[in-house]
């Protein structure tokens, strides 16, 4: 069971109040490149996600509360919630150094 | 306009028996759905002007002013309480008030089902589908959730300390009633062990 913190309203409960939406900060290529989208890249887009052991970035709606969307960083192994964000902010600074795995590097250019 | 015709949605459901609550439905609630920019100068005066109340921008918390209510919903919704004849026109009203700010006033009375709970206990029959600490000192009058109630959404309004009104979409209304009726039988009353901090 996941205890979950809304950081718009600070509304609190399990995951059954709330609704995870996935990975976060996924990156749509045709955004940054539309003339020179590859097929592989929108697939990895599209169908393509981690499955991170460790610290992973999440989206969840506070979906009994607010009903607002944000950003969560979690750990997968303890399930402890490392820190919330806005739904248009990136991680903590510190979090985006720590991230390893298929996240390393994934914040590289965000970090400069 | 033809005269006002309000169908309840629980006008042919069994009628409360043997409960440890008051369980009624409140038919008369006028609602209209307040949505705007929480930090827009522009917008708050022109709710003020129509409504008489400043909206509430505290999480969780409502407002009141004669006969009409805010309720705080989201950052940027509230749900307008108001009596039923009076909510289409209070819509209206907020509508042309709020001109081209960037806003939405709608008349939302046939949305919900209002039930209105009361008695000593009423909490502890309202735990019985809820994962929300309604004991705790959150919930004290005046407080606004919305809520994972019997597995449903819902909206809880603690209107004094042992009245509560649940709002609930209208097609749940039937299954909201059976609901409560089954958990607040006056024989399936709980008793909390031991000695508990009060809510307040
Ligand atoms: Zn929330």
């Not at chain 1, 009903?67 to 969560?72: C, E």
């Not at chain 2, 440890?20 to 709710?47: N, P, T």
Request: net charge neutral.
């Amino acid at each position: 069971m996941l205890l979950v913190h809304c950081p718009v309203c600070g509304a609190e409960g399990d995951e059954t109040d709330f609704h995870g939406g996935g990975q976060a900060h996924v990156r749509r290529p045709a955004t940054h490149d539309p003339v020179n989208v590859s097929d592989e890249a929108q697939r990895d887009y599209l169908f393509i996600r981690h499955n991170a052991k460790g610290l992973h970035f999440e989206r969840w709606r506070c979906d009994r509360g607010c009903g607002k969307w944000f950003h969560a960083a979690r750990d997968t192994v303890t399930m402890e919630f490392k820190a919330y964000y806005g739904i248009t902010e990136l991680p903590p600074r510190e979090l985006m150094e720590q991230a390893t795995g298929e996240w390393a590097g994934y914040f590289k250019d965000k970090l400069k | 306009m033809p005269d006002l015709y309000v169908e309840s949605p629980l006008a042919h459901r069994n009628s409360p028996e043997r409960l440890s609550i008051y369980l009624r439905e409140i038919k008369d609630r006028g609602m209209v759905d307040l949505r705007g920019i929480a930090s827009d100068k522009k917008f708050m005066a022109a709710a003020k002007k129509v409504l008489g109340l400043d909206l509430p921008k505290t999480p969780h918390s409502s407002v009141s002013w004669g006969d009409v209510k805010a309720l705080w919903l989201s950052i940027d919704q509230w749900l307008i309480l108001c009596p039923r004849a009076k909510a289409a026109e209070l819509a209206a009203a907020l509508t042309a008030e709020l001109g081209v700010i960037h806003s939405l006033a709608v008349d939302v009375s046939d949305m919900r089902a209002v039930l209105r709970l009361e008695g000593e206990g009423v909490r502890e029959v309202l735990l019985k589908g809820s994962s929300l600490d309604l004991l705790s000192g959150d919930y004290k009058p005046g407080a606004v959730r919305r809520m994972h109630y019997a597995e449903i959404a819902a909206l809880l309004h603690v209107v004094e300390d042992t009245v509560f009104d649940l709002y609930v979409f209208r097609s749940y209304a039937d299954y909201a009633w059976e609901f409560l009726l089954a958990t607040a039988r006056e024989a399936s009353k709980i008793k909390l062990f031991g000695k508990q901090a009060g809510p307040f």
